[in-house]
């Protein structure tokens, strides 16, 4: 992601001004050392994703916006990043100068990430599609996703880790489907589940 699509991103929302502190922020808290996965390699992998289907999307530069800022806040040891996160995404797209209407939506989908519930429908859906499509990627990827995210809870003991591992793995499983929009349950659905038991397999 670069600074000239930043800017794009927040002129297309509306901002009159851009603010590229930011941006800098933003890409500072996704290279900090703690982080193996949640890092820049993941958000450039969702805005890949993004533009598959960002004509499917009621207001893209929304979601791109909510990208940025779902994994802003991340430490493993505790369990309200996403809230944190949506708190200072809305802080910031009402200090830009946008709607507080726009700074609820994006609030939202921020939630969303939380992956506590299916959405039902629109641009959460495509979000939360596009936070799981790791969950689809092929097997060398989705096999180094697995080592990444075991070094990121490094600090909790193997057993506890395996437990907490197979009951999220299984909540996936368990679904009728994974990911909730078309384009993903047709390009994902059957390669996410062959991940997941294979990764089952070995808990």
């Keep these: 992601m670069s600074l000239a699509r930043w800017q794009s991103m927040w002129r297309q929302l509306g901002a009159p001004d851009v603010d590229e502190e930011l941006f800098r922020r933003l890409v500072a808290c996704y290279s900090e050392p703690h982080r193996k996965y949640h890092t820049m390699q993941h958000l450039n992998e969702c ?13 893209a530069g929304e979601i791109e916006l909510a990208l940025w800022f779902h994994d802003a806040i991340y ?20 200090s830009a100068g946008l709607s507080s209407d726009q700074a609820s939506r994006i609030y939202q989908l921020v939630i969303a990430t939380k ?6 429908a629109g641009d959460a859906a495509i979000l939360v599609d596009i936070d799981l499509a790791i969950l689809g990627s ?9 080592v990444q995210v075991r070094e990121e809870y490094s600090w909790i003991p193997e057993p506890l880790f395996r437990q907490e591992r197979r009951r999220i793995l299984e909540e996936f499983a368990n679904r009728q489907s994974i990911y909730s929009t078309e384009y993903f349950q047709v390009e994902y659905e059957s390669q996410a589940r062959n ?8 808990l």
């Design 47 to 59: 805005f890949e994703h993004l533009e598959r289907v960002r004509s499917f999307a009621e207001k």
């Design 115 to 120: 992956h506590d519930a299916v959405p039902a």
């Design 195 to 202: 991940n997941i038991a294979r990764s089952l397999a070995r």
């Design 138 to 146: 092929d097997e060398a990827r989705y096999d180094e996703y697995e």
């Design 75 to 94: 430490d493993t040891r505790r369990a309200d990043n996403e809230e944190r996160s949506a708190e200072w995404a809305r802080e910031s797209v009402v």
